[in-house]
């Protein structure tokens, strides 16, 4: 509407610019309706564009278009494997030793003329070829019958005797009840699954009862260790932790991860408080906590020193960047994601080519004294979640740089995550826990095994050394880390 059209409303009357506001006053409605609508499509749009980049999700949900960033991997198709220039790998040979059989083959006749070869008139070569065949020997299980029999003492009474202890729990033996126990917690098998290989492998006959009993015994005899790994993580320097969903019979539950330098502990609770922290750790605890920004490590650990997961962060500044939500997302969220950038650049130099974490500190400050005034400069932003960003970070500031500072601290929480996702898998196959009871057997089976491989023991061995010594009725913990004692 022009100058004239409105002087022309105007000198018609009252009751034409009544008319003209309200249909202009409708039409002012309708386009602020198709303005929330536009709006609500743009966040469904910048929704369907998440990945693991700049979400939370995994990466096992991004789509095979996704391209990321550092993989190293050139456009243009290729064959499929080995590449020209590519180290190629070999079984290596193992020493004479070790081998149980040994057969010398000697050539019947020369591939030339065809001559016989007699090998009591040649000298054979010094060093033959030589050739490594492993073969699986047949399994047989050992069946072990043990006979009770009764003597009849001078005073008239017949006495039976007993089984002896560490085979009067069951009818199965160590080696079979660590299988059973391995094969659920580390291969996510079913106990029908377990029932089936034990008959198929072993020739061992078993229902999925006996299977879930051996389970419960596997379970028992880890209290020990299990107990062991949550006195030691109490005086650890550095723990990181993580938690994740998981279900009891379809009820709620929260699966923790503790991770230190020398042991790992899980824990199912119904809490995801600070409440499971002060359970595991004490009322207080004197080392330094990774974790994401969950309030409950706040709240448990306010006093102490934390570093917060970058990984986090940054995806946290992507989905602000890519979301474009506003011009004033995408120029904070751009000129915080370079300033990381060369933050992380001086780390990485820190960590090749060390040097004192004195200069790392001082070569980092007007980076972090940038991000610190960008964080400022946007709380006035128009935009809410530029200001929540802005506030979070700042609210956040004292533990976002703690690994700059201190040895063995690292700037995400990767090895939380990393320990905590087989449990994920098995959540999603298992739908979690049925019974309280094997919400026990999945905690103490993945600290167990999780931390049996953090110094490359054995699982297998380390169980049933475990279940020997509960069915023998000693205390002692097998093979246990000395610095676990």
Known sequence: MDRQEAERIYEAGREEV???????????????????????????????????????????????????????????????????????????????????????????????????????????????????????????????????????????????????????????????????????????????????????FFGIKISTGAVCEANNRVSEACVPMVGAIKRYLRSATVLNIDETGWKNRGVRRYLWCFVAPLAVLFHVSESRGAKVLKEILGESFAGIIGSDDHSA???????????????????????????????????????????????????????????????????????????????????GSTDPLVITRAKRTLANWQHLFTFLQYEGVEPTNNIAERAIRPSVQWRKLCFGSQSDTGERFTERMLSIITTCRLHRVNPFDFLTKAVNAAFSGRQSLPDLPYMLR
């Open 297 to 379: 490590y706040n709240c448990y650990h306010k006093h102490g020193l934390r570093q917060l997961c970058w990984a986090h962060l940054i995806r946290k500044l992507k989905a602000l960047r890519d979301d474009r939500s506003s011009p004033q997302a995408y120029c904070f969220a751009r000129n915080m994601l370079k300033e990381v950038g060369t933050i992380f650049a001086c780390w990485h130099a820190f960590q090749n080519s060390g040097g004192s974490r004195d200069q790392l500190w001082l070569d980092t400050q007007p980076m972090r004294d940038r991000m610190h005034d960008y964080c400022e400069m946007f709380l």
């Open 18 to 200: 009544i008319a003209t506001l309200l249909q202009m006053d409708a039409r002012i409605r309708e386009l602020e309706k198709i303005e929330q609508r536009v709006g609500e499509l743009e966040q469904r749009v910048a929704r369907l564009t998440r990945n693991s980049t700049n979400s939370s999700k995994p990466p096992s949900s991004d789509p095979p278009s996704l391209k990321k960033a550092g993989t190293g991997k050139k456009s243009g198709k290729r064959k499929q494997g080995g590449q020209p220039g590519h180290k190629g790998k070999k079984r290596e040979l193992l020493p004479a030793s070790e081998m149980d059989v040994i057969h010398d083959v000697f050539p019947q006749e020369c591939e030339h003329c065809r001559k016989l070869l007699a090998q009591s008139v040649l000298d054979p070569t010094r060093q033959p070829l030589r050739h490594q065949v492993v073969e699986l020997p047949p399994i047989v299980p050992i069946k072990t019958e043990y006979r009770l029999h009764s003597l009849l003492c001078s005073c008239g009474r017949h006495t039976v005797a007993n089984l002896p202890k560490d085979v009067a729990g069951s009818s199965f033996g160590p080696r079979v009840h660590a299988a059973i126990a391995y094969l659920t917690a580390v291969h996510r098998v079913s106990r029908r699954g377990i029932s089936e290989i034990m008959a198929t």
